[in-house]
């Protein structure tokens, strides 16, 4: 894949390029179903990630298909949401960790010490499972990263656009001046994904985001992620496998090694794992006998 002249630009010094080491891509041989993804926007490979002397989850590799939502199962504990979270640099800001092995963004290393990790957060946005909006209003909530940004442009309507994205604009345009805390907790969600796509995002990364919502706010979230995958590609760590199944795209499938580094057992298109798996843990696990 070629970056295209819309492809983002991560690097805080693009001159200081020159000299750098080519990508590292990992092996092409794949047991698992790795690489099979077409078009992929953000690539891993052979990625494993460090708490100190323990390893979270050791040599994955993934492709993250563009425009489509691909869903991160597996026990809990096996290491999905240290892995999401090196998608956009977030384990950085955890004292103690590191990252072997490459992930790519447009087939740029972003772990390369020229690049800006707070650009690739900007470009990788994150929405978390518990709702967090600040002790602000709606429309602030939403204005925070744009205004963060030195954003130039039309901040009211870029708010109005994003809060319409996020499929709650009706609920909340009489009230932008509330305070984002006074919302449901579905709204709150909803509202954090608005936050997160003001910023003009490419990728979005959901960590359990329906963890905490009632079935009906789930289902709208749902919903909400089938269209906003028509502008966005979503990565989401989910616990649901009823979730997996309806939401997503593409499903990888995690386990816990001896060591209880997290690995991938198998990866394909959603209807594969959940209808004919190739792996029979893959087949254990979501029929539920174990997890
Ligand atoms: P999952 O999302 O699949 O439940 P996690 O990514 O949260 O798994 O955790 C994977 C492993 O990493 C677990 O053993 C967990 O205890 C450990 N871990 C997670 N966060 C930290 C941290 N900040 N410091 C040390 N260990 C952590």
């Known amino acids: 894949m070629n970056p295209t002249a819309t492809a983002p630009e991560i690097t805080s010094a693009p001159t200081e390029r020159e000299g ?19 078009d992929p926007v953000i690539q891993l490979r052979d990625v494993s990630f ?15 298909p563009t425009h489509q939502i691909t869903a991160l199962i597996g026990p809990s504990g096996c290491g999905k949401s240290t892995l999401l979270r090196t998608i956009n ?19 740029e290393d972003i772990y390369a010490s020229y690049v800006d990790a707070v650009e690739v957060r900007r470009r990788i946005g994150m929405v978390f499972q518990k709702a967090n909006p600040f002790p602000k209003s709606i429309y ?14 039309d901040l009211p309507a870029l708010v109005e656009s994003s809060l319409k994205r996020a499929a709650i604009w009706d609920e909340v345009k009489d009230k932008l001046k509330q305070s984002g805390l006074s919302l449901s907790g579905g709204q709150q969600q909803r509202l ?10 490419e990728v979005i990364l959901m960590d359990e985001p329906c963890s ?23 990565v989401i760590v989910t616990h649901n496998m009823q979730q997996a199944a309806r939401a997503s795209d593409r499903t990888v499938f995690l386990n ?24 029979q843990m893959t087949e254990d696990y979501v029929s539920g006998r174990f997890g």
């Open 256 to 279: 816990m090694a001896d060591d209880r580094a997290g690995y991938v057992v198998e990866q394909a298109p959603t209807i594969e794992i959940f209808t004919n798996p190739k792996n």
């Open 192 to 201: 954090c994904i608005a936050r997160a796509i003001a910023t003009e995002p």
């Open 212 to 234: 905490a919502l009632d079935p009906r706010a789930t289902l709208q979230i749902e919903e909400l992620m089938a269209q906003l995958k028509e502008n966005f590609t979503i």
């Open 140 to 153: 602030d909530n939403v204005a925070f990263g744009p205004r963060l940004n030195g954003y130039k442009g």
């Open 20 to 38: 750098t080491p080519a990508i590292r891509v990992g092996s092409t041989a794949s047991t698992d179903g790795a690489m099979v993804a077409i």
């Open 50 to 64: 460090y708490y100190n002397a323990f390893r979270a989850v050791k040599n994955i590799t993934i492709d993250v």
């Open 89 to 107: 640099r977030m384990n950085d800001l955890i004292p103690g960790t590191r990252v072997e092995g490459s992930v790519t963004f447009h087939d």
